[in-house]
């Protein structure tokens, strides 16, 4: 994806979160069958579907949780490109977001 | 001349094969250049019937000398402490161990089924079976925490799953040519040579180890293995990036997550589903951190790793 494309899909994301897209940030896959049960939902899902990724993968623009967790923090989290690198999301995010696939 | 014997307990040949794969030196400089006489090897062993039984009882009565007693494989119990299950030259291979074991200038232990019990003595450990000295991280195993043989040296552990055939045979050599007594070992019994840097030390991810870039994937050439891929490489202490395999890789290096296979604990979580090549966590957090590291410092130094990473850090810079 070049960059303008990418930047272009990062402003329609932070518009549809801004804008109050309710996504399912609980359960935390707290397990690993449980992880590999929210990848195999994502899996099922149009590459191209992002409001899908977005709710089912559980994405807010703020931390999360008692200990704020980010994106920023993330091992999906590609800075320079500001990525997300997980390859069932592979979505442009910002930093300061989360979303519940979170790992560090 | 040192006298070297070889055994098998509960074992799949793999320290064997791994043996003979040698090449620093190789099993048979052991023999040409280092004048060690292999008295009787599973895949060498040139006796059969009553003739190896009767070396056997001549190696127990002190009849012939034994320098080196090398045993691959769990001590097997089973079934009720008989050893019934795993007969040798007619009797339980068992008690060939405690009687071998007793005249042994040297005893090592090859492989994890020797050293701890290795994936035979995983849960439920139906064959009752035990390492030489250990039962995984538990001193004792089946010749118990005092034993010292002959030279005044506990067993000597050479792990792995298999064991590095250099580390076989430059052990075996360091014996043989009488530098035993120079050998230091760690409270696992494991030669400090190879044993005390990490699989990490060597490894051509660390930096993006450091930078907390993962590999999502295996055989991915960017990318570190340890935040996904349940890499044990910061916590495992093994050369494999120093003394490479085949004289040319690793796992770590060719994408694949080291699975701790020096560690009394292998095989970790006695291999429950989910837990082979998966990083476990809670909420999202590890639960085994490098070595020394807490989960604070751990997620400060996740931060501030990633705020500090160059754009190449993000990049396959193997390929042009
Ligand atoms: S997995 Fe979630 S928390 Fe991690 S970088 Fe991707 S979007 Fe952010
Ligand atoms: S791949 Fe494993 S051994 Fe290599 S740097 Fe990462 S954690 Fe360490
Ligand atoms: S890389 Fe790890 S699992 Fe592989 S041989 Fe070395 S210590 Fe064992």
């Not at chain 2, 402490?81 to 232990?109: H, Q």
């Not at chain 2, 043989?149 to 360091?174: E, F, R």
């Not at chain 2, 044993?195 to 999502?216: D, E, I, L, P, W």
Request: glycine share 10%.
């Amino acid at each position: 994806m070049s960059i303008d494309d990418s930047n272009q899909l990062l402003k329609t994301i932070a518009n549809l979160l801004a804008n109050g897209l309710e996504t399912k940030t609980e359960p935390f896959p707290e397990t690993d069958k449980q992880f590999a049960d929210v990848l195999t939902e994502l899996r099922q899902l149009d590459q191209n579907d992002i409001k899908g990724k977005l709710v089912v993968g559980g994405f807010v623009n703020h931390p999360y949780g008692p200990d704020q967790y980010r994106c920023m923090e993330c091992m999906y989290y590609l800075v320079h490109r500001k990525w997300c690198d997980l390859p069932e999301l592979a979505v442009p995010v910002e930093p300061d977001w989360w979303c519940r696939l979170w790992r560090i | 001349m040192a006298n070297l014997l070889w055994l098998q307990g509960g074992a799949c040949s793999g320290n064997t094969m791994s043996f003979l794969n040698a090449e620093e030196p190789s099993a048979c400089d052991l023999v040409t250049d280092f004048g060690i006489n292999v008295l009787w090897h599973p895949s060498l062993g040139l006796e059969l019937g009553e003739n190896l039984k009767k070396m056997l009882n001549g190696l127990v009565s002190g009849q012939i000398p034994l320098d080196i007693f090398v045993f691959e494989g769990s001590v097997v119990n089973a079934p009720g402490g008989t050893g019934e299950w795993n007969r040798f030259a007619g009797r339980p291979m068992k008690d060939w161990v405690a009687d071998l074991a007793k005249v042994a200038a040297f005893t090592v232990a090859v492989g994890d089924c020797a050293t701890w019990g290795g994936i035979p003595a995983t849960a439920p450990n139906p064959s009752e079976s035990v390492g030489l000295q250990f039962l995984k991280r538990a001193s004792g195993g089946f010749l118990g925490p005092a034993y010292k043989s002959k030279a005044g040296l506990p067993v000597i552990n050479i792990p792995g799953c298999p064991a590095h055939p250099d580390w076989i045979t430059q052990i075996v050599v360091a014996v043989a040519t009488g530098r035993g007594g120079d050998l230091t070992l760690d409270e696992f019994g494991r030669p400090k040579t190879f044993f005390t840097s990490f699989t990490q030390t060597g490894c051509t991810r660390n930096m993006h180890f450091a930078y907390k870039v993962s590999a999502t994937e295996f055989g991915q050439r960017k990318g570190c293995l340890f935040y996904d891929l349940g890499c044990r490489g910061p916590m495992t202490h093994s050369p494999c990036n120093r003394v490479l395999w085949n004289r040319q890789s690793s796992k770590t290096r060719a994408g694949m997550p080291c699975m701790g296979c020096t560690e009394p604990e292998f095989p970790f979580f006695d291999l429950a589903p989910g837990t082979v090549f998966k990083t476990q966590t809670v909420m999202g957090v590890p639960k085994d951190m490098p070595q020394g590291v807490d989960k604070t410092g751990y997620i400060k130094l996740t931060a501030a790793a990633k705020a500090a990473s160059p754009a190449w850090a993000e990049e396959d810079i193997f390929v042009v």
